[in-house]
Nanobody, 124 residues
Framework: QVQMVESGGGLVQAGGSLRLSCAVS????????MGWFRQARGKEREFVAA????????NYADSVKGRFTISRDNTKNTVYLQMNGLKPEDTAVYYC?????????????????WGQGTQVTVSS
């Protein structure tokens, strides 16, 4: 069983930055492709970014490309999401997710384990 705990969310002004962390326990992080998803109030959950097991390959939603960076430190069993140039439309609960396959997929159906989420609020 895999447990994941997100942290680093909060309130920030538009144009600001936040770094989210996802601490993974229960199994070795390098066993999983990791992803970040988000869900705004009243909307469906959407893909943000994903990273391969080694960290050598990443995948981003068009809406965050160039502003967000996903990374991982397998020695610390932690995945990060650096968010720069935040916009009010980035406001959402952000979720960390893990999948046992090899591809950095965008569909949440492909992910096996989920964290509890952390709130990110961007004020205008």
């Amino acid at each position: 069983q895999v447990q994941m705990v997100e942290s680093g969310g909060g309130l920030v002004q538009a144009g600001g930055s936040l770094r989210l962390s996802c601490a993974v326990s229960g199994r070795t992080l390098s066993s999983y492709v990791m992803g970040w998803f988000r869900q705004a109030r009243g909307k469906e959950r959407e893909f943000v970014a994903a990273i391969s097991r080694s960290g050598g390959s990443t995948n981003y939603a068009d809406s965050v490309k160039g502003r967000f960076t996903i990374s991982r430190d397998n020695t610390k069993n932690t995945v990060y999401l650096q968010m720069n140039g935040l916009k009010p439309e980035d406001t959402a609960v952000y979720y960390c997710a893990a999948r046992t396959g090899r591809e950095t997929l965008k569909s949440d159906d492909e992910y096996d384990y989920w964290g509890q989420g952390t709130q990110v609020t961007v004020s205008s």
